[in-house]
């Protein structure tokens, strides 16, 4: 069966390291996107991507970075990671149409 | 801008009917999406809206009403499994912004 893959599940690193969190998807989506989510604030896109080569910043893109080489990943870089960025961090897809999003399990990420 | 209004918590009695509203302020509207958050897991996509008027997913039922910039989300024969947080979200610009959430209570 096609589905979305987050890895790791879980993440502790220190302020300043750099971290990249995978996302993997079998759907052969072109529509993918990365999100955030903190009590209080619910969801807020990172960055997302429309096709192989697309990228494109979000609300709170600042001190991350994506690439989309190919169509199944999208993986998320945190420069220099900072305690703030402790968050879960969602990767989505979807075909053509945005509303319709399907989300990996989720990555617990910890910045000490 | 976009802003998206939606109560932060609700509470109903299993077996109930249950409505989350979402009230939306934004330019370049196309439609309103609901999703579904259990505890620790994921978001799942329930229904979308891009037309006014009713849209119906078996127990779940989505509204939407362009002229007063408001949706809801209507969850009739509450189940205990029901107990979530639901997302609003509009598509503007091409991006998909999510409100903060409605954290649903039920009660046996």
């Known amino acids: 069966d096609a589905e979305i893959t987050q890895s790791p599940r879980h993440k502790i690193t220190e302020t300043g390291r750099q971290v990249t969190l995978a996302c993997h998807q079998t759907w052969n989506h072109n529509n993918m996107f990365w999100y955030r989510q903190d009590l209080g604030h619910g969801l807020r896109l990172i960055h997302y991507s429309y096709g192989v080569q697309d990228t494109n910043k979000g609300e709170v893109s600042d001190g991350y970075s994506v690439s989309r080489s190919n169509t199944e990943d999208l993986p998320l870089t945190l420069e220099s990671a900072a305690s703030s960025q402790t968050s879960v961090y969602f990767c989505?897809?979807?075909?053509?149409?945005?509303?319709?999003?399907?989300f990996g399990p989720g990555t617990r990420l910890l910045v000490l | 801008g976009q802003s998206l209004e939606q109560p932060s918590e609700v509470t109903a009695v299993e077996g109930a009917i249950v409505q989350i509203n979402c009230t939306y302020q934004?330019?370049?509207?196309?439609?309103l999406s609901w999703y579904q958050q259990h505890d620790g897991g994921a978001p799942t996509f329930l229904s979308y809206?891009?037309?006014?008027g009713l849209e119906e997913t078996g127990r779940f039922s989505s509204f939407l009403s362009r002229s007063d910039s408001y949706g809801y989300l209507l969850l009739q024969e509450l189940q205990m499994k029901d107990s979530a947080s639901y997302f609003c979200a509009v598509n503007r610009d091409d991006k998909i912004i999510f409100g903060k959430g409605t954290r649903l209570h039920i009660l046996p």
């Open positions: 809206n891009a037309l006014d």
């Open positions: 989505a897809s979807s075909a053509g149409d945005l509303e319709t999003q399907y």
């Open positions: 934004t330019s370049g509207f196309y439609g």
